[in-house]
């Protein structure tokens, strides 16, 4: 048993002296006590606690790491390659004929249907004249700085399995995520936070819902802990309840601590009665620091402009991309923004089935200029060169219709795109390439485990090292399988 | 050069270093030795038994001696000849072997050229040359019983220290002197009762309880309490939840729709009865596996199967996508995957899985092995099934089912006669009226029943009902229903129209009392309407009603699932005036997909034409069966009232009961041929096979001789007979090592469900086999097994760390003292209730839900924040929590909870600040402190002191010290008793037990 939130160094905590009996409710020594105390003070002030500045992070596990934090976006629904990074000019000759002889028709519904051209015009950007669509112009000024992956490939062809193939490796139902592993891995940076937080999209949950940041068969405190940012508490459990006054939680909490301290010296050797109490010690503190780190009181009004806060088309996205924001520049070792949620009508992810620039404008909408503004913002505050920037999706869609004579696409996951930024890739790279339709890869194919490989390597990680026991096998995020994309390291 | 052709292999050092080194024969057996872990680590794992390159193997010194494909590869005797040497000596990269890694270094050449020239010394008998190694693995071999070892005379006076008190102690102790440790002191009466009744139960005991044992001078107190314990039906209850972590119980299905499986709570509760009955655990065993046909008249045994449908499972993959495709095929074998991994890795304590995609790279099971597993579950599709406690309700059932059959084939002979006598144009009104009608003006449809999934016998039977609130008596004189047209899955007219219904009024919007019938759709399932409005005269009319309901009673089907869809709903009033229209809707439940599907659109006037001569067509039939002999008019209307008789009987028989299990029906019974797939794809099948089990147990028949012809039932039955048979060593030591996990903390074997070389190794390998052999002679009772590990000094031993034996053994596995243990999420969660005194005792049944559902139309999402932790109805028990796999329930996951989508052999035990939030401000924890405020202030009056004395004593089972009750009672004058019972309950001596 351990808190595998304590760095080793705190693990073994000497019991605090002893506070005489007599004064315990009125003295504020011992560790447990104080915080509570300027928890109280942080309450009836409202004044906001600074979150403790990490140091020292990232040193990475088994090299030096090139990223000491990672923010996954990841798209739900699957988004068209064809409609966003991967320029086919070949397509719109062939608009309206058939794919014989290029592929067979893989969707998950199977209809018949012919190649379509891209719904959205395309342009070059950047110095880098890399090919962006017109669907996303903010992504499209970003784009020297995105090193793209045109060449992914997904085990299924069904959302949840492959959702869950993104997140964990696996497509099977609760393998711990990547999330998770990092987490194992490499530990937490600010105490007062968790080390892997989930924003899940506003309005709903991802296909496979919590499972997506599961911590599997890795301890509890692994898992991801989801943020809710559309008013109320963030998380479960973080808000004293009502009607228990602060001058009652503080004396919980010093008796607590108390009996507590008592009861780990009558039984030494035990370190898991010191954890305990530490653990206590950083529930209080994260009763300060979480609301302190999801609050926007203290943003100039330039950041919020630039993230569209007050703008109501994107559906509460910005303001999760604005708090992934905070929560990594005050220690988050890895937070994951989930654009779109599960199934519905109408849709609220990307499955353009019916009609792609319908679906897809929608969604853009969303997505766009909020990830755009956090790439921007990290990199005026410097923190690109040490944060990983990861978008991705499940797949790509088909080039052909869903359906003679329609509008929308089809599940694919032959070939789709996603792109990295920032710690230790290129910018303004292109990596892999897929045939004239976009149907099929053929240079560099890059599967989700080498992904993988390539994320934790950037944070130091060899993903062959990184093992956990489970039933019989020493289980890893790449399973038996992830090779480094050397190509777009920088 | 065609031997050992260069094919690449992977690296085999991985391989190499975990085989056994044979040890030394003799003094020079160094070199031998070191040429063999040369061939061991950098050969065989392209030339052993998971791969044969070129046709040979070089695990053996027979098979060394043999060659491959193309002749021998050494000579005995020789240290200079032979492809062997040739091999591994050659300059070129093309040829050389290994093909991957570093060459092998001239000293390394050497000692296999001297140990070839000294004729290949090999341990082990020349008989078993060819014999896989990997087989000499402690978990392959056959259960011994081992003597006890003589007791350890330095420790039976030691001071606190008991003497030896059953064999558990003798062999515990043995390797405890053996190592230089020593055991440590019996932990007191109060430390024991409460250890007890957390190990047994998984409740704490009640101050009385600690009191009378205490103070008990029987000589058998302890043994007595023991029987006690166990004879509560708590104990089920207690050790059910460890069973259902293992097989990985849920209520949902998990993946993406993870929809609820309202009918599986009935296994669950079977093992919480068969844990109380202390069934002997080859029934156990085999009922979860095969009690349909080995007990088909138990409803115990039915109910037991529920262990292979308790995993997740992929709606969309099964339902959505049919077995044709690809990703079909791929949902279907990841399905018995989950049954294979679910049987084996439970009972046998075998890891499989690795197996799907190539042979076990550390154990001997073979690919193989693994697809004879899944041929044993090839017919096999999850669903429902239905079943009677009462074996004559079943076959009255069954009997039923065999007369519906017959009549039906008479009815179906008496329509062709009817068909032959009206002539083809009947054929053709028929089609005709089904025909689509016109379709719809405008797009909104209609309402739209929920989908009920096709998940067993029952599924069709569902009942969907839409009501409308006329907001006043009205005297319906005419009802009128207007089916949908919609073209999805093809079906276009009559779309969802229900195959048979009923149409009520009555003045209770609930139609609980004062239900009129208006009309019905007959005891027959009705034929597709098409858009042919169904009009219903109402006969007698009496008195009114405000309230309308349309109820269907059989559903229309889908491809794979069953909806009710109706575009319009009339109620024509004695002025034949439709005054239904704009009135208030609402239903059981409804999709709710404007603007196609909503309630609304029932009554909106909107609805599909039909065919313009419908009423023609209808005159015309009319004269066309007027045309039929009246033997076969009459003769359909004796089925047809026959048919009717068989509906009223089954009505009146005792309803069957729904379970949620696995069924052959789908497949009428015929197991899918299942082939060897190369790595796993479902699109590369290799040979077939049959169905089997493990050839690692050489005691046992591997293969299942079955007739071709054979039931499925009967793979089933086979795998149950060669898991519990007394030969099987794998199940018994299982049995006993989960056991021995939930007494100690940590099972003998650490890795309880992997007993293969990458689990651990036993730390006490003697006491197992003894142990199984016990329980396996002595009727596999595990109250005998609780009675004998309980009954020990070594389990009874105190949980502290006062010993110079930590110095050794810092981790306890030798069990020098007991283990301390954090309390799991279900007993932290059921010890509050039990503290607050607000424990509701109600065993079994559904589970309770401390959730609410959003979005149940599509996804389901499981919401626990919106759940009242104030609702009573929520206070019972862990074990009979409604499981959702899809979000699992944050309070307890952040106890460690099992995760329902992962066979969990062994909880976490972790300790986070997630973890304090939630105990320190969870609804549920601030709710039960006010309640054992209560408790307290009702057990013990107004006096602060007692009211203190008497909160630890129900909390911890003792009185406070002086300094604790001075610290109690300032918080209470200060913050008042709530403040008190909050604390107590977040303390560590709440959350851990000794």
């Known amino acids: 048993m351990s808190n595998e939130f304590l760095p080793a160094a705190a693990q073994p905590v000497a019991p605090a002296p002893l506070v005489p009996r007599r004064h315990f409710l009125s003295s504020s020594s011992g560790s447990l006590a104080s915080i509570a105390l300027s928890w109280l003070l942080a309450r009836e002030s409202s004044a906001t606690t600074p979150g403790r500045v990490p140091a020292g992070a990232g040193s990475g596990l088994h090299f030096p790491a090139k990223a000491k934090r990672v923010v996954q976006i990841f798209c739900s629904g699957g988004v068209s390659h064809l409609e966003t990074f991967d320029h086919k000019p070949e397509l719109e000759r062939l608009d309206g004929k058939s794919l014989e002889g290029m592929g067979e028709n893989l969707g998950f519904f199977g209809q018949p249907g012919m190649l379509m051209k891209s719904v959205y015009p395309f342009a070059k950007h950047g110095e880098s004249g890399s090919w962006v669509s017109s669907l996303l112009p903010h992504l499209a000024s970003c784009a020297d700085d995105l090193c793209f992956i045109h060449s992914m490939v997904a085990k299924s062809n069904n959302h949840t399995p492959a959702t869950f193939q993104m997140n964990s490796g696996f497509t099977l139902n609760g393998f711990p995520c990547m999330g998770a592993w990092l987490s194992y891995g490499l530990g937490t940076v600010n105490e007062d936070l968790p080390a892997f937080v989930v924003l899940p999209d506003p309005r709903g949950q991802p296909a496979g819902g919590s499972i997506n940041w599961t911590s599997g068969f890795l301890p509890a405190n692994h898992q991801g802990v989801a943020f809710r940012t559309d008013g109320v508490d963030p998380i479960a459990d973080l808000r004293t309840p009502a009607g228990l006054s602060p001058a009652d939680r503080v004396a919980d909490l010093r008796l607590l601590e108390t009996m507590n301290s008592d009861f780990a010296r009558l039984h030494p050797g035990d370190t898991d009665f010191a954890a305990r109490l530490r653990s206590y010690e950083l529930a209080a503190r994260m009763q300060v620091s979480i609301p302190e780190a999801t609050s926007f009181d203290d943003e100039p009004a330039a950041v919020r402009e630039l993230y569209g806060i007050d703008d109501p088309t994107n559906k509460g996205f910005s303001r999760n991309c604005l708090m992934a924001r905070r929560l990594l520049e005050r220690g988050v070792r890895f937070v994951q923004l989930f654009n779109g949620g599960s199934f519905g009508s109408p849709r609220i992810n990307w499955d353009g089935h019916e009609n792609m620039q319908e679906n897809h404008d929608t969604q853009a909408a969303t997505m766009d200029r909020p990830v755009a503004a956090l790439i921007k913002d990290l990199k005026d505050r410097g923190m690109l060169d040490d944060t990983l920037v990861v978008w991705s999706t499940e797949f790509g869609r088909s080039p052909v219709t869903q359906g003679i004579g329609a509008t929308g696409r089809d599940h694919h996951p032959k070939a789709f795109t996603c792109f990295l930024a920032g710690a230790g890739v290129k910018g303004g790279h292109h990596h892999g390439a897929t045939d004239d339709v976009g149907y099929g890869v053929v240079e560099d194919e890059v599967t989700i485990p080498d992904f993988h490989a390539t994320i934790l390597h950037l944070l130091g990680i060899d993903h062959e090292k990184l093992t956990y026991y489970h039933n019989g096998v020493n289980r890893r995020l790449t399973d038996v399988h992830g090779r480094l994309i050397r190509g777009i390291l920088s | 050069m065609v031997l050992l052709l260069s094919v690449r292999c992977r690296l085999a050092i991985v391989v190499g270093l975990l085989l056994p080194l044979q040890p030394s024969m003799a003094a020079d057996g160094d070199r031998h030795d070191r040429a063999r872990a040369l061939l061991a680590a950098r050969c065989v794992e392209c030339h052993g038994a998971d791969a044969q390159e070129g046709g040979l193997r070089l695990d053996s010194r027979g098979s060394v001696l043999r060659g491959g494909e193309y002749g021998p590869v050494a000579i005995a005797g020789s240290g200079t ?120 139960l998984g409740l704490p005991p009640t101050p009385e309880q600690i009191d009378a044992f205490v103070a008990d001078v029987d000589p058998a107190a302890y043994e007595n309490l023991v029987e006690q314990m166990l004879a509560s039906p708590r104990y089920g209850e207690r050790w059910a939840r460890h069973w259902l972590d293992v097989v990985h119980y849920g209520d949902t299905h998990g993946y993406d729709k993870d929809k609820q499986r309202p009918n599986a709570w009935p296994y669950r509760d079977w093992v919480i009865g068969a844990l109380n009955a202390d069934l002997p655990w080859a029934q156990f065993v085999a009922y979860q596996v095969a009690g349909d046909v080995l007990r088909p008249d138990d409803s115990g045994a039915i109910e037991a199967t529920g262990m292979l449908a308790a995993g997740p499972w992929d709606f969309i993959g099964h339902v959505e996508v049919p077995e044709t495709k690809t990703d079909g095929k791929i949902a279907r074998h990841l399905d018995r995957d989950d049954m294979v991994a679910n049987t084996i890795g439970t009972f046998a304590s075998v890891t499989i899985q690795c197996a799907q995609c190539h042979a076990h790279k550390f154990d001997p099971v073979s690919q193989e092995d693994y697809y004879s597993l899944q041929a044993v579950f090839a017919a096999l599709d999850r669903s429902e099934r239905t079943y009677s406690p009462d074996p004559a309700v079943m076959q009255a059932h069954a009997a039923l089912d065999v007369r519906r059959t017959v009549l039906d084939g008479l009815r179906k002979a008496l329509e062709a006669r009817r068909a032959d006598a009206a002539g083809a144009r009947l054929a053709e009104i028929d089609k005709a009226l089904a025909a689509p009608g016109g379709g719809n003006a405008t797009p909104a449809f209609g309402w739209h029943s929920e989908i009920v999934a096709a998940s067993g016998p029952t599924a069709a039977d569902t009942e969907k009902w839409v009501q409308v609130d006329l907001g006043r008596e009205v005297a319906i004189t005419r009802v009128v229903l207007h089916p949908c047209h919609d073209d999805f899955n093809a079906i276009g007219a009559g779309f969802g129209f229900p195959r048979r219904f009923r149409i009520e009024g009555s003045s209770d919007p609930t139609f609980a009392t004062n239900v009129v019938r208006l009309a019905d759709s007959g ?130 028989l005792p309803a069957l009961r729904p379970l949620y299990t696995v069924t052959a029906t789908q497949r009428g019974g015929i197991p899918r041929p299942i082939h060897v797939l190369a790595r796993g794809n479902v699109s590369a099948p290799g040979r077939e096979v049959g169905p089997g089990a493990l050839s690692a147990l050489t005691m046992l028949a591997p293969r299942f001789e079955l007739p071709p012809d054979a039931p499925e039932g009967a793979r089933r039955k086979a795998l149950a007979e060669w898991l519990v048979s007394p030969d099987n060593p794998l199940t018994w030591r299982s049995a006993v090592n989960r056991a021995w996990l939930h007494h100690f903390g940590r099972g003998i074997v650490d890795t309880p469900s992997d007993f293969g070389r990458m689990g651990s190794p036993p730390s006490h390998a003697a006491l197992l086999d003894w142990l199984a052999g016990k329980f396996r002679d002595q009727g596999g009772s595990l109250k005998n097994l609780h009675r004998l590990i309980v009954g020990s000094a070594t389990w009874r031993q105190r949980a502290d760390d006062d010993s110079s034996s930590s110095a050794i053994d810092s981790s306890n596995a030798r069990l020098w003292r007991q283990n301390r243990r954090r309390l799991e999420a279900e007993a932290i969660r059921d010890a509050v209730l039990a503290t607050a005194g607000t424990l509701d005792p109600t065993a079994g049944g559904p ?116 300094e604790e009750r001075g610290v109690l009672v300032e918080l209470l004058r200060s913050h008042g008793l709530p403040a008190v019972c909050r604390t107590l309950v977040n303390l560590n001596e709440f959350t851990f037990v000794d």
């Open chain 2, 523 to 652: 005891a027959d399932n009705l034929p597709n309407p098409g858009t042919v409005p169904q009009v219903f005269t109402v006969d007698t009319v009496s008195g009114g009603s405000r309230y309308v309901r349309v109820t269907a009673t059989r559903l229309a089907q889908r491809q794979n699932d069953f909806i009710a869809a109706i575009a319009e709903l009339d109620l024509l009033d004695a002025d034949g005036t439709n005054v239904a229209r704009g009135a208030t809707v609402t239903s059981i439940d409804s999709i709710e997909a404007p603007p196609r599907w909503q309630r609304a659109n029932l009554v909106d006037g909107e609805f599909p034409s039909p065919s313009g001569d419908a009423i023609a067509l209808r005159r015309e039939r009319d004269e066309l069966l007027a045309k039929v002999p009246l033997e076969v008019t009459d003769g359909l209307r004796a089925v047809d009232e026959d048919l009717a008789g068989v509906t009223r009987q089954r009505e009146a």
């Open chain 2, 81 to 200: 000849e032979g492809e062997l040497l040739d091999r591994i000596r050659s300059a070129d990269a093309d040829e050389r072997m290994p093909p991957t890694g570093a060459p092998l270094t001239a000293d390394e050449i050497a000692s296999i050229s001297a140990w070839l020239a000294d004729g290949l010394p090999w341990l082990g008998a020349e008989g078993d040359a060819d014999r896989d190694p990997r087989l000499d693995h402690w978990a392959w071999q056959p259960i011994r019983r081992p003597d006890p070892p003589a007791a350890v005379e330095a420790f039976q006076a030691l001071p606190g220290v008991e003497p030896d008190r059953n064999p558990i102690d003798a062999f515990v102790r043995a390797t405890l002197a053996k190592e230089g440790m020593r055991p440590t002191a019996v932990a007191d009466r109060r430390t024991l009762i409460r250890r007890l009744s957390f190990d047994l």
């Open chain 2, 847 to 962: 589970g309770w839900q401390d959730f609410r559902i959003e979005h149940p139309e599509h996804s389901p999402h499981y919401r626990y924040d919106l759940a009242d932790p104030a609702d009573r109805s929520t206070w019972r028990r862990s074990i009979y929590r409604f499981i959702v796999r899809s979000q699992t329930q944050p309070f307890m996951t952040s106890l460690d909870c099992a995760d329902p989508s992962m066979r969990v052999e062994k909880r976490n035990e972790s300790l986070s600040a997630i973890q304090a939030l939630a105990l320190l401000n969870n609804g549920f924890m601030t709710t039960q402190a006010v309640e054992f405020a209560a408790r307290v202030a009702r057990e013990a009056g107004d006096d602060p002191d007692a009211q203190v004395d008497r909160a630890l004593r129900i909390a911890f089972g003792r009185a406070p010290t002086d």
